[in-house]
């Protein structure tokens, strides 16, 4: 069955930066259609997406978020890796990673991960 | 960017209501829109892709329509389960979600 873990510091300082990896199962990124995004739930806010790599290897990022993001991903490994640079405490949130087929929604998700963001 | 919008923000709905929630897209996405359900503590799940097609192993109550910039999630007879929050999401360019619907106990 398909699952996703995500994994990562829980509590970084501002202006660090985070790297969060999402591992995965049951599913393989170099099939056709298969994409990962990465999303993010403040605490009681609405989802944000962040950002998405499919099995292409192309990249989509949020507009209001592009300086301070990459995404990646390790076939090999199973697993897509998100950095976020110089955070602040605005981004702390639960991290989410989910898998998407190209035309379709966000069919698996991870349990999230709380970031902290504080001195 | 594609900016979506929803209506209402919050509703208070008894079990066997019938419940409408709108969502707007600020240009047009076609068919490529889709919902989820999120209850607190816990990620949120899949229930129409596409606008108007039935995730598996969702509850047929749950339906979705419209396209191009309007488009509308209806639960036909709430169920104690379906207190949640409801949340669009496009994916004709890149991906942006709704601010969330919430709908609580009358």
């Known amino acids: 069955q398909v699952t996703l873990r995500e994994s990562g510091p829980a509590l970084v300082k501002p202006t660090q930066t985070l790297t969060l990896t999402c591992t995965f199962s049951g599913f393989s990124l170099s099939t056709s259609g298969m994409c990962v995004s990465w999303i993010r739930q403040p605490p009681g806010k609405a989802l944000e997406w962040l950002a998405l790599?499919?099995?292409?290897?192309?990249?989509y990022y949020s507009t209001s978020l592009k300086t301070r993001l990459t995404i990646s991903k390790d076939t090999s490994k199973n697993q897509v890796v998100l950095t976020m640079t110089n955070m602040d405490p605005v981004d702390t949130a639960t991290y989410y990673c989910?898998?998407?087929?190209w035309g379709s929604g966000f069919d698996y998700w991870g349990q999230g991960t709380l970031v902290t963001v504080s001195s | 960017d594609i900016q979506m919008t929803q209506s209402p923000s919050s509703l208070s709905a008894s079990v066997g209501d019938r419940v409408t929630i709108t969502c707007r897209a600020s240009?047009?996405?076609?068919?490529?829109l889709n919902w989820y359900q999120q209850k607190p503590g816990k990620a949120p799940k899949l229930l129409i892709y596409a606008a108007s097609s039935l995730q598996s192993g969702v509850p047929s109550r749950f339906s979705g329509s419209g396209s191009g910039t309007d488009f509308t999630l209806t639960i036909s007879s709430l169920q104690p389960e379906d207190f949640a929050t409801y949340y669009c999401q496009q994916s004709y360019s890149t991906r942006t979600f709704g601010p969330g619907t919430k709908v609580d106990i009358k």
């Open positions: 240009q047009s996405i076609s068919s490529y």
């Open positions: 790599i499919d099995w292409d290897d192309d990249k």
């Open positions: 989910a898998r998407g087929v």
